[in-house]
Structures are given as structure tokens and as C-alpha cells.
């Protein structure tokens, strides 16, 4: 903020120091003859509506404005014709929405355009265009030059803007060549307007500029009809990028990213519903997600809250209106703000938060289109969400809730195949075998056998190596896929298992008793290991040495032990 108070400011010094000063220059070397003050006003309001309702090609406005001056100067003179410029000017702070502030903006523009009224004019000058000549071609040469003259050092100018803000920006374009093109509309426009206004009078008006601004006009709502298609277009190919994402979080990740860049919003927040709750999921920032310390809402609490009480979009154009009823978190830079609810099934799933730098950002046309995004999203997350619940039952234990017998087969062929391409060094597969455990069983109950199998997988989760993979072998046999460890360290690991298991105090409440109250049991284990390359070089053949070492190796030597694997 303080940033762009100091460029503005130093706009404004360069604007003080040249526009009215150069006005005052102007007025006194260059004034105006006898004005029809009518005309003056009719053009003012022509020059204003022109900047005011621009014209829009691929999303860039053009602007039409010459169309108008050129005959104020031709009528009146240089000063006349800056005077409506400068005006007409004034109309680009209400009509557009621009990563410069406004002020910012206003003095930049009408800097430049004073100086392209003044190097236009001595381009005129030069082709020997009079003030008040009616005299057809030596008129139409001279406002030809103003006119080239006008657009190509607006063009410079604007390119060396870029360069010096550090925007790419082409010096040849097909806009460059839509902006010369332009010159051929704007020509015979602006000499009608002249030469009707010298004999027709302030009737001229009626003939020409009402008819062009219902031109303009119906130009606007068909490029605002091909602007709402688009978006939709857009809009339906995230939605089918959303929906081939295979996990939640893969699509609120997508979503936000998706929708931020369509919408060009510096900021984007989403929450998640719970039972009257709403908790920030997701916070994206100028580009990038970051973390933000955000206390959860109620119902009717900041915008978001209100959104969820009243089920029901909000939309703030600058930020004196909502600034009241935020809740604890605005970035200082924060203006427009657009707030919908993201239902499903007439229930509201999720709130998101979109807010733009610039005032009066958004409009009632992208509330349908959001919409539209919203429930690809929420399809998506409902069929993310279903096959993550596939997957794991498909890949998980339902009992101890680790990675079952075929994911771990699939994922110890994959760490093989990296040992064999040198991504690791070696591998390890470490085998245990909960000792007795038919006793218990037998003496507690299956259900009692049952939570202890849970609560040895959660000793098992909390003891496993980055990296690697642990998951239930079968009935009470459990294995570890230890990639980039060797036999030596594999061997260590299963002695530390050893140790943890047998002094845990595995506390359950058996069913097989007449006094049902909580007990605690001691088991011990016994753990096979073997390691490649130095014992095979076959995925299954390893896990098969290692359930021999297990058995032929610990359970044969008295249990409640560790044994590697030896050829």
C-alpha cells in the first residue's frame, strides 16, 4: 500500500507540473475563437459517453474517443479539444476495472493524452490543416496525419510504459494493427461529424452520435453474449479437468486454482461446513496458498457466516461497505467481494470467498457462472470421495486399517524394480507373527482378539521408517517394506519392534468373563528379516525367505525373537 501511494504520488507531482500548468500555457498562446458553448457541452457528454461505454474486443476496450475531438479541434482549436479530452478522461476511473488506482490511473492518462493533443496538433500543423477549414481534402490529409500521429505515440508510449513496469508487452501485435485499423473508423466518423456540425448544426448530433452509440450499444451486449460463453466454455472445461481428479484434495486444490485464475482474484478463501460451524480450508493469496491462523465461524459471523445464515450470494463493490462485518482477517489491499454458498442436494457443503483489489470487480453475470463451477465441484468431491472410499477398502484392512496383502505385494514388486534400476541400494522386508495368539482368542474372546489386533497395527503405524510401507500380512502376520535399508539396520529395527511389543501394556475388556472390566495383556512377537540384493533379487522370493526366517528361524528357536534369513 505504501508502495503504491508513493507512485501515485510521484504521478501526481509530474501531473501538476505539466497538465495545468500546460493548460494555462496553452490558453494564453493558443486561445479559442468564438465558442458555441451548446456545442462545447454537447461534446463534453459525446467525448465522456465514448470513454464511459468503450467498445470491447477480446476482453481490451477500444476506444472510440477521437471520433469526438477531432471535430472540437477542427471547430474550436487545441485548448477547446484538451479541455473535453481531459474531461472524457475522467470517465475511465468509473468504467473500468484496473490493477491501477484510480488517481493513479487519471494522472497517467491525462498526462499522455495531453501530449498526444499536442503532437497531433503540430502534425496537423505540419500538413497544413487550418482551424475552421471546410475545404474537403486538405481538411481530410491534415486529420488523417492528426490521427496516425495520435495512435502511433499513444502506442510508443504505452510500450515503454510496459517496459519500464516490467510487463511483457510486444511492440507489434495484432492489437497494434486493430488499433491502426481503427484510425479508418474513427476518420470518416469524426470529419461526418465535422462537416454535418457546419452545416446542420447542433442537429448533427441527432443524425450521427445517436445512432452510434446504439451501435455501440449492441456491439457491447454481443460482446458481453461471446464474453458469457466463453466463461461457460472455460467453466465446462474445469469442470472436466475437476472431475478426473481421484482425491479431495486434489480437487479443492484444483478448484481453487481454477477459479482464482478465471476470475483474476488477488484473493480466494473456502470453507468447509460442519453442523453450523464453518472452517477455512483452503487460502489462496496473491497466487499461491498460504496458511492463515482463522478462527472457525457461526452462522451469521463475518461475510461468510452471513452467506451461510442466509444461504444466499454477496457481493460488495468497495470495501467501506463490508468492512464493519468482517471478522478478524481483511488484507489492507482488499476492495470488491464476491461470497456464495456451495450447496448439494439443497444442503450447504462449503462457502467461498473471492476479493479483488479493485472496486465495483464483479458483476451479477459471474454469480451464474460460479454456480456452474461450484457444482462441478461439488459432483467432483462426491466422486473423489467415493473412490478414495474404493481404494481403501480395495487396498486397506478393514480390521487394523494398514494396507492389505495385495497392496503389499504390488508395492514390493514397485520397490524392487526401483532396486533393480539403482534408485535405491537395497531393500528390506521384516516379517512378524503375534506369538500364542490363538490363546488369546481362546481365553479372552475373538473380540478382545480383535482390538489387540488393531492396537498392535497402531504400534506398527507409529514405529514405521520414512519411506516405508507396513500392512497386515494375514491373520496375525504383519510386514514391513523397508526400501534404502540394509539387512544389518532391517535387523536392528525388527530388535527395537521386539522391545516395544513386549513391554506394551495392551489393554482390552473381555467378553469370555463373568467380571467384564478393563485388562491389561502382555504378548511378544517373533520377526523374520530378509534383505536384496544379498539374498535374491525376486520380489515374492524375498517375502518368502523372510516368512521363512520367521518360522524356521524364530518361531522353531523359541519365539519372542528376531532371525534374519541365510542361504
Same mark, same amino acid.
Given at each position: 500500500m505504501?508502495?503504491?501511494?508513493?507512485?501515485?504520488?510521484?504521478?501526481?507531482?509530474?501531473?501538476?507540473?505539466?497538465?495545468?500548468?500546460?493548460?494555462?500555457?496553452?490558453?494564453?498562446?493558443?486561445?479559442?475563437?468564438q465558442v458555441n458553448w451548446i456545442n462545447i457541452v454537447v461534446f463534453t457528454v459525446f467525448g465522456f459517453l465514448t470513454v464511459y461505454y468503450p467498445i470491447f474486443r477480446n476482453g481490451?476496450?477500444?476506444?472510440?474517443?477521437?471520433?469526438?475531438?477531432?471535430?472540437?479541434?477542427?471547430?474550436?482549436?487545441?485548448?477547446?479539444?484538451?479541455?473535453?479530452?481531459?474531461?472524457?478522461?475522467?470517465?475511465?476511473?468509473?468504467?473500468?476495472?484496473?490493477?491501477?488506482?484510480?488517481?493513479?490511473?487519471?494522472f497517467i492518462n491525462s498526462t499522455l493524452f495531453f501530449f498526444l493533443s499536442i503532437i497531433a496538433a503540430i502534425a496537423f500543423g505540419l500538413a497544413g490543416g487550418e482551424i475552421g477549414s471546410i475545404d474537403f481534402w486538405p481538411v481530410f490529409i491534415a486529420v488523417f496525419c492528426y490521427q496516425v500521429v495520435h495512435t502511433v505515440f499513444n502506442d510508443f508510449v504505452l510500450k515503454l510504459l510496459a517496459v519500464y513496469k516490467g510487463v511483457d508487452s510486444r511492440f507489434f501485435s495484432k492489437g497494434l494493427l486493430l488499433d491502426y485499423a481503427m484510425v479508418l473508423v474513427v476518420l470518416p466518423l469524426s470529419l461526418t461529424l465535422y462537416y454535418l456540425l457546419q452545416f446542420v448544426g447542433v442537429g448533427a448530433f441527432l443524425l450521427l452520435g445517436i445512432p452510434f452509440f446504439f451501435i455501440s450499444l449492441v456491439i457491447r451486449l454481443y460482446n458481453n453474449s461471446e464474453k458469457?460463453?466463453?466463461?461457460?466454455?472455460?467453466?465446462?472445461?474445469?469442470?472436466?479437468?475437476?472431475?478426473?481428479?481421484l482425491t479431495e484434495k486434489n480437487v479443492i486444490d484444483?478448484?481453487?486454482?481454477?477459479?482464482?485464475?478465471?476470475?483474476?482474484?488477488?484473493?480466494?478463501?473456502?470453507?468447509d461446513h460442519q453442523d453450523g460451524w464453518l472452517e477455512l480450508l483452503r487460502s489462496f493469496e496473491h497466487d499461491k496458498f498460504i496458511e492463515i491462523d482463522f478462527a472457525d465461524l457461526t452462522a451469521g459471523q463475518g461475510i461468510a457466516g452471513m452467506v451461510l445464515a442466509q444461504n444466499k450470494p454477496l457481493i460488495y463493490s468497495e470495501r467501506k461497505e463490508w468492512e464493519s462485518i468482517s471478522k478478524d482477517y481483511s488484507p489492507d489491499g482488499m476492495q470488491s467481494v464476491l461470497c456464495v454458498p456451495i450447496s448439494r442436494n439443497q444442503e450447504i457443503e462449503a462457502v467461498l470467498f473471492?476479493?479483488?483489489?479493485?472496486?465495483?470487480?464483479?458483476?451479477?453475470?459471474?454469480?451464474?457462472?460460479?454456480?456452474?463451477?461450484?457444482?462441478?465441484?461439488?459432483?467432483?468431491?462426491?466422486?473423489?470421495?467415493?473412490?478414495?472410499?474404493?481404494?481403501t477398502k480395495?487396498?486397506?484392512?478393514?480390521? /487394523? +486399517?494398514?494396507?492389505?496383502?495385495? *497392496?503389499? $505385494?504390488?508395492? &514390493?514388486?514397485?520397490?524392487?524394480?526401483?532396486?533393480?534400476?539403482?534408485?535405491?541400494?537395497?531393500?528390506?522386508?521384516?516379517?512378524?507373527?503375534?506369538?500364542?495368539?490363538?490363546?488369546?482368542?481362546?481365553?479372552?474372546?475373538?473380540?478382545?482378539g480383535n482390538d489387540i489386533l488393531y492396537m498392535f497395527a497402531r504400534k506398527l503405524e507409529a514405529a514405521l521408517p520414512v519411506g516405508g510401507t507396513v500392512g497386515r500380512f494375514g491373520g496375525e502376520e504383519f510386514?514391513?517394506?523397508?526400501?534404502?535399508? /540394509? +539387512?544389518?539396520?532391517?535387523?536392528? *529395527?525388527? $530388535?527395537?519392534? &521386539?522391545?516395544?511389543?513386549?513391554?506394551?501394556?495392551?489393554?482390552?475388556?473381555?467378553?469370555?468373563?463373568?467380571?467384564?472390566?478393563?485388562?491389561?495383556?502382555?504378548?511378544?512377537?517373533?520377526?523374520?528379516?530378509?534383505?536384496?540384493?544379498?539374498?535374491?533379487?525376486?520380489?515374492?522370493?524375498?517375502?518368502?525367505?523372510?516368512?521363512?526366517?520367521?518360522?524356521?528361524?524364530?518361531?522353531q528357536a523359541g519365539r519372542n525373537r528376531v532371525a534374519e534369513y541365510v542361504k
Amino acid at each position: 500500500m505504501a508502495v503504491t501511494m508513493r507512485s501515485t504520488m510521484r504521478y501526481f507531482i509530474l501531473w501538476l507540473f505539466t497538465v495545468p500548468l500546460g493548460l494555462i500555457y496553452v490558453f494564453l498562446n493558443y486561445p479559442p475563437g468564438q465558442v458555441n458553448w451548446i456545442n462545447i457541452v454537447v461534446f463534453t457528454v459525446f467525448g465522456f459517453l465514448t470513454v464511459y461505454y468503450p467498445i470491447f474486443r477480446n476482453g481490451t476496450p477500444v476506444f472510440l474517443v477521437l471520433w469526438v475531438t477531432v471535430p472540437v479541434f477542427l471547430m474550436h482549436g487545441i485548448f477547446i479539444e484538451m479541455i473535453v479530452m481531459q474531461i472524457a478522461i475522467l470517465a475511465n476511473i468509473f468504467s473500468l476495472s484496473n490493477k491501477l488506482p484510480s488517481l493513479q490511473r487519471f494522472f497517467i492518462n491525462s498526462t499522455l493524452f495531453f501530449f498526444l493533443s499536442i503532437i497531433a496538433a503540430i502534425a496537423f500543423g505540419l500538413a497544413g490543416g487550418e482551424i475552421g477549414s471546410i475545404d474537403f481534402w486538405p481538411v481530410f490529409i491534415a486529420v488523417f496525419c492528426y490521427q496516425v500521429v495520435h495512435t502511433v505515440f499513444n502506442d510508443f508510449v504505452l510500450k515503454l510504459l510496459a517496459v519500464y513496469k516490467g510487463v511483457d508487452s510486444r511492440f507489434f501485435s495484432k492489437g497494434l494493427l486493430l488499433d491502426y485499423a481503427m484510425v479508418l473508423v474513427v476518420l470518416p466518423l469524426s470529419l461526418t461529424l465535422y462537416y454535418l456540425l457546419q452545416f446542420v448544426g447542433v442537429g448533427a448530433f441527432l443524425l450521427l452520435g445517436i445512432p452510434f452509440f446504439f451501435i455501440s450499444l449492441v456491439i457491447r451486449l454481443y460482446n458481453n453474449s461471446e464474453k458469457i460463453n466463453e466463461k461457460l466454455k472455460q467453466a465446462g472445461d474445469i469442470g472436466h479437468g475437476l472431475s478426473v481428479l481421484l482425491t479431495e484434495k486434489n480437487v479443492i486444490d484444483q478448484f481453487v486454482l481454477n477459479v482464482s485464475d478465471m476470475f483474476d482474484v488477488e484473493y480466494m478463501y473456502l470453507f468447509d461446513h460442519q453442523d453450523g460451524w464453518l472452517e477455512l480450508l483452503r487460502s489462496f493469496e496473491h497466487d499461491k496458498f498460504i496458511e492463515i491462523d482463522f478462527a472457525d465461524l457461526t452462522a451469521g459471523q463475518g461475510i461468510a457466516g452471513m452467506v451461510l445464515a442466509q444461504n444466499k450470494p454477496l457481493i460488495y463493490s468497495e470495501r467501506k461497505e463490508w468492512e464493519s462485518i468482517s471478522k478478524d482477517y481483511s488484507p489492507d489491499g482488499m476492495q470488491s467481494v464476491l461470497c456464495v454458498p456451495i450447496s448439494r442436494n439443497q444442503e450447504i457443503e462449503a462457502v467461498l470467498f473471492m476479493a479483488s483489489d479493485q472496486k465495483s470487480y464483479f458483476d451479477e453475470y459471474q454469480l451464474k457462472i460460479l454456480d456452474l463451477l461450484c457444482s462441478y465441484f461439488t459432483v467432483s468431491i462426491e466422486k473423489a470421495r467415493y473412490m478414495e472410499e474404493a481404494v481403501t477398502k480395495n487396498e486397506r484392512c478393514a480390521l /487394523t +486399517k494398514l494396507y492389505n496383502y495385495r *497392496f503389499l $505385494e504390488e508395492q &514390493l514388486v514397485y520397490e524392487m524394480d526401483r532396486l533393480k534400476n539403482k534408485e535405491i541400494d537395497s531393500l528390506s522386508v521384516v516379517m512378524l507373527d503375534i506369538d500364542h495368539f490363538k490363546q488369546v482368542n481362546d481365553r479372552y474372546g475373538h473380540q478382545s482378539g480383535n482390538d489387540i489386533l488393531y492396537m498392535f497395527a497402531r504400534k506398527l503405524e507409529a514405529a514405521l521408517p520414512v519411506g516405508g510401507t507396513v500392512g497386515r500380512f494375514g491373520g496375525e502376520e504383519f510386514v514391513y517394506i523397508l526400501p534404502d535399508m /540394509t +539387512k544389518a539396520d532391517a535387523v536392528n *529395527f525388527a $530388535e527395537y519392534l &521386539l522391545d516395544e511389543i513386549g513391554g506394551h501394556d495392551f489393554t482390552i475388556i473381555p467378553d469370555l468373563v463373568e467380571d467384564i472390566q478393563p485388562l491389561i495383556v502382555h504378548i511378544t512377537s517373533s520377526i523374520g528379516v530378509s534383505s536384496a540384493p544379498g539374498d535374491t533379487d525376486e520380489a515374492m522370493v524375498l517375502l518368502r525367505n523372510a516368512d521363512r526366517a520367521l518360522y524356521l528361524g524364530a518361531k522353531q528357536a523359541g519365539r519372542n525373537r528376531v532371525a534374519e534369513y541365510v542361504k
